[in-house]
């Protein structure tokens, strides 16, 4: 869990399984608030299980993609969510090397751009908070989806209640501030297909025969 408080931040997270966790459910004992938090467990596909490589992450920046690799050496773990976020802080710096203040339309429109790159063979469900835009993507169906309660959105990979949750736009990078949205991006139409992909590689085990 990572707690955001204006530049501030809590991080909590612990490399077990969210089911054995003893911390994980001696915390949500009590009530959970935050200005903005992203809360995350880690389906464990690539990297070791530690701590390195529980989700959430934090970078602060200055102010499997070919775009990605040269990240794997500096992150401190081995998923590729970690390389995703320091490519896109790596961006966001070398665009303040240009102009010394980003507003928000340019931190969005430099986003929408990495996302527009990053997506055209990988699965990109993302939550990223940049301090005052909560940035929200997916390009896999039916795999986010988000809830306006109150004055506040919620962004869950399932419904979580019985109240009207709605599919996250697919290929198309959104923002939001103080819960309502502001900014939406590009629709790059690179949706992902697992099924797809497990017929290709079943294709080329029979081709293998």
């Known amino acids: 869990m990572a707690f955001f408080y204006g530049n501030a931040v809590s991080l909590e997270k612990q490399p077990e399984a969210s089911h054995k966790s003893i911390y994980l459910k001696q915390r949500l004992q009590s009530k959970v608030e935050a200005d903005n938090m992203i809360a995350h467990i880690w389906l464990a596909i ?23 690799n040269s990240f794997v050496h500096i992150q401190q773990g081995q ?38 790159e990053i997506t055209l063979e990988n699965k990109v469900n993302l939550l990223l ?27 869950s990979t399932t ?7 709605e599919n996250v736009p697919m290929n198309t990078l959104t923002a939001y501030r103080d819960g309502k949205q502001v900014f939406i991006g590009t629709n790059h139409k690179n949706e992902f297909f697992e099924t797809e992909e497990k017929m290709r590689l079943l294709f080329l085990d029979f081709a293998s025969l």
Request: hydrophobic share 30%.
């Open 79 to 116: 998923t590729d969510s970690e390389r995703i976020l320091s490519y896109i802080v790596s961006c966001m710096n070398e665009a303040s090397k240009i102009k010394n203040e980003l507003s928000s339309q340019d931190r969005f429109e430099l986003i929408d751009k990495v996302i527009c």
């Open 159 to 165: 419904p979580l209640d019985h109240d009207i949750w």
């Open 46 to 68: 690539r990297g070791n299980i530690n701590y390195e490589n529980s989700h959430p992450f934090v970078i602060r920046d200055n102010c499997d993609c070919d775009l990605l």
């Open 129 to 155: 908070y940049d301090g005052e835009l909560m940035y929200v993507h997916t390009n896999y169906k039916n795999s986010l989806y988000r809830c306006q309660k109150g004055e506040a959105v919620v962004i």
